[in-house]
């Protein structure tokens, strides 16, 4: 099994990007987006749970982020808007085969998939 994330780039401030994440395989029971900026730690910014499509979001990015699933391609999506510099950093794609509950959804520690990251760049 192998998740494959893609759609990162380079926007400026203010602007849009969605990123994909694809299964090959199989279906997971949570998806989720996680983040990594030059010096600092994996931080988590989106998940949702596939079966009824429940997400949870770091305060970050509430109202700007939404993640998404579509079930027929086994493929979540995370539409990002009003972007802003400190949202550069590598995003990576991450599922488990649980359905995590939206406390839990945070724990990267859960995950036991991931893609190999996308690079988003917002400057002007």
């Known amino acids: 099994v192998q998740l494959q994330a893609s759609g990162g780039g380079l926007v400026q401030p203010g602007g849009s990007l969605r990123l994909t994440c694809a299964a090959s395989?199989?279906?997971?029971?949570?998806y989720a987006w996680f983040r990594q900026a030059p010096g600092k730690e994996r931080e988590f910014v989106a998940g949702i749970r596939w079966s009824d499509g429940n997400a949870k979001y770091a305060d970050s990015v509430k109202g700007r982020f939404t993640i998404s699933r579509e079930k027929a391609s086994k493929t979540a999506f995370l539409q990002m808007n009003s972007l802003k510099p400190e949202d550069t950093a590598v995003y990576y794609c991450?599922?488990?085969?649980?359905?995590?509950?939206?406390?839990?959804?945070?724990?990267?520690?859960?995950?036991?998939?991931w893609g190999p990251g996308t690079q988003v760049t917002v400057s002007s």
């Open positions: 395989g199989r279906s997971f029971g949570t």
């Open positions: 991450a599922a488990d085969s649980r359905s995590w509950i939206i406390g839990s959804m945070a724990r990267d520690d859960l995950y036991d998939n």
